[in-house]
């Protein structure tokens, strides 16, 4: 498995966007409000992708996973749109991507990666813990008076 960076000279942002939201499916009818990756276009995929640091996990020619990641100082790398192909789940692309963000982590000088999770997935909660996250907050959505995520972070 490859790890290739998405950035200018990505060539795939159809494959990409399909893998999120296949990634993503599963959740639609256990979530609310709806997942944000319903939102994404194309314009949108390439416009997060100059803004954030993203990569992609290849093997074969067939995209399996990628990952978002933004600094915010002064301790948190952001992990977001943590996909993997339903078909490539529990192989190890969803942890290699998460050590690439550890590396670009490090490379920030920041000390922890956070993410934030729906709520309603506690099997995503156990995964993450599993990988060194703990949970530090609940939040809801603009509009919600109940908690719809979860903030989890790992010290690096």
């Given at each position: 498995m490859n790890l290739l960076p998405?950035?200018?000279?990505?060539g795939d942002w159809e494959a990409l966007l399909a893998l999120i939201l296949a990634s993503f499916a599963y959740m639609h009818s256990r979530?609310?409000?709806?997942?944000s990756a319903l939102h994404l276009t194309l314009p949108l995929l390439r416009q997060k992708a100059t803004l954030e640091k993203a990569y992609a996990a290849v093997e074969n020619g067939k995209l399996l996973g990628c990952i978002f990641c933004k600094p915010e100082p002064p301790d948190c790398l952001y992990i977001g749109k943590l996909a993997?192909?339903?078909?490539a789940q529990g192989k190890g692309v969803g942890r290699l991507?998460?050590?690439?963000a550890e590396?670009?982590?490090a490379?920030?000088?920041?000390?922890c990666l956070r993410l934030e999770t729906r709520i309603e997935l506690?099997?995503?909660?156990?995964?993450?813990?599993?990988w060194g996250f703990v949970q530090t907050a609940e939040g809801c959505h603009?509009?919600?008076?109940?908690p719809t995520f979860v903030e989890m972070r790992k010290t690096l």
């Open positions: 998405i950035d200018e000279t990505f979530i609310d409000p709806p997942s993997v192909a339903p078909d991507l998460l050590e690439t590396t670009y982590a490379e920030c000088k920041l000390p506690l099997e995503n909660h156990r995964v993450f813990a599993k603009p509009g919600f008076t109940r």
